[in-house]
T-cell receptor, first 112, second 112 residues
């Protein structure tokens, strides 16, 4: 059983669709993160949750809406996305915020 | 925001050669981490460093936390084809809240 599991692995959606990305961690960590990885750019931190409370929102557009129902699960709800939102979306968790983060395999999102 | 300068951007080497890459910053860092990312996968943590001057090994990989606390190095000895991938440095800088900053990555290609 992998430590951080993301589903789906691949997603193609239209600009008017609504979809959700799911992340689950089995490591007993208290912090969870969403990152965006685009070609030729550093990893961009989107959201940080610590003990199920959002502690950081890195100026992310409102068309991305995170949800953390408990310390093991994290969602990213997507609606009315733009083609430039196409990227690899990575979930990560850590025991304490800012320390060693363990990543999931990512969801490759394509917006058409 | 704070940025990490990671170099080189890419490397093409022959199997068996040693590899060295580094990250520098204008700020003092409390933590340095090194990750490897294979195509289509999430980054995997290789080595974590927490003290200035610390030298840590993981198999053929060795990483060091620079004594100035503004840089870190990763060395790979006797490279093999499966070392191919993108290597990222990451760190938490002093006064930088509770999040990791990532470098842009070093893409390593190993020719058999």
């Amino acid at each position: 059983e992998t430590g951080v599991t993301q589903t789906p692995r691949h997603l193609v959606m239209g600009m008017t669709n609504k979809k959700s990305l799911k992340c689950e961690q089995h490591l007993g960590h208290n912090a969870m993160y969403w990152y965006k990885q685009s070609a030729k750019k550093p990893l961009e931190l989107m959201f940080v949750y610590s003990l199920e409370e959002r502690v950081e929102n890195n100026s992310v557009p409102s068309r991305f809406s995170p949800e953390c129902p408990n310390s093991s699960h994290l969602f990213l709800h997507l609606h009315t996305l733009q083609p430039e939102d196409s990227a690899l979306y990575l979930c990560a968790s850590s025991h304490v915020t800012g320390l060693e983060a363990f990543f999931g395999q990512g969801t490759r999102l394509t917006v058409v | 925001g704070q940025q990490l300068n990671q170099s080189p951007q890419s490397m093409f080497i022959q199997e068996g050669e040693d590899v060295s890459m580094n990250c520098t910053s204008s700020s003092i860092f409390n933590t340095w981490l090194w990750y490897k990312q294979d195509p289509g996968e999430g980054p995997v943590l290789l080595i974590a460093l927490y003290k200035a001057g610390e030298l840590t090994s993981n198999g053929r990989l060795t990483a060091q936390f620079g004594t100035t606390r503004k840089d870190s190095f990763l060395n790979i000895s006797a490279s093999i084809p499966s070392d191919v991938g993108i290597y990222f440095c990451a760190g938490q800088y002093k006064g930088g809240s509770e999040k990791l900053v990532f470098g842009k990555g070093t893409k390593l290609t190993v020719n058999p």
